[in-house]
């Protein structure tokens, strides 16, 4: 079983949809949550970090975090064409060890 | 504001072959790390540097060097090119033991035919 599962997709959605997008993980030990955004042939670009359970708030994006289910979620509302990427959910357990999943593909359509 | 900064942005190299992929960041980062992304697979762990001159293996470490004699650089080398180290490699820097999480290089794209 992976640490962390995340649904590939691609999920494509019509401009001005909410979206969301999921992780699941199996390591208690995880402690700090964190998605990316990726572009096509661009490096991992932080979104989004929390630590406890709960909601977390950014602009249009919602990070969403339960620890007793093991279960993080990002939401993104009012989706617009830019937000088509990758978006990579991340955990970290002690001081250098993230895991990441493999990424979820969402296409906002125009 | 440069961030982290790799190069070259694409190599191929021929199998045997050796190089190295450059990495430095400018935002005095103690942390910095080498990871490789495969379709898939998402980012895998190959070494990670926690200061200037200490190193350390991640998850898959096996046909790859680091050093650090800087705060700022962190080069990997592959001595012996295999197909199986195709692949997009980022460098990536954190500040040290901090709820801060890690800002990323644009990648190098490598090919070994």
């Known amino acids: 079983q992976k640490e962390v599962e995340q649904d590939p997709g691609p999920l494509s959605v019509p401009e001005g949809a909410i979206v969301s997008l999921n992780c699941t993980y199996s390591n208690s030990a995880f402690q700090y949550f964190m998605w990316y955004r990726q572009y096509s042939r661009k490096g991992p670009e932080l979104l989004m970090y929390?630590?406890?359970?709960g909601n977390k708030e950014d602009g249009r994006f919602t990070a969403q975090v339960d620890k007793s289910s093991k279960y993080i979620s990002l939401f993104i509302r009012d989706s617009q064409p830019s937000d088509s990427a990758t978006y990579l959910c991340a955990m970290r357990s002690g001081t250098y060890k993230y895991i990441f999943g493999t990424g979820t593909r969402l296409k906002v359509l125009a | 504001n440069a961030g982290v900064t790799q190069t070259p942005k694409f190599r191929i190299l021929k199998i045997g072959q050796s190089m190295t992929l450059q990495c430095t960041q400018d935002?005095?980062?103690?942390?910095m790390y080498w990871y490789r992304q495969d379709p898939g697979m998402g980012l895998k762990l190959i070494y990670y540097s926690v200061g200037a001159g200490i190193t350390d293996k991640g998850e898959v470490p096996n046909g790859y060097n680091v050093s650090r004699s800087t705060t700022e650089d962190f080069p990997l080398r592959l001595e012996l090119a295999a197909p199986s180290q195709t692949s997009v490699y980022f460098c990536?820097?954190?500040?040290?033991?901090?709820?801060?999480?890690?800002?990323f290089g644009d990648g190098t794209r490598l090919s070994i035919l």
């Open positions: 935002m005095n980062h103690n942390y």
């Open positions: 990536a820097s954190s500040y040290q033991d901090s709820v801060q999480p890690q800002h």
């Open positions: 929390t630590y406890s359970s």
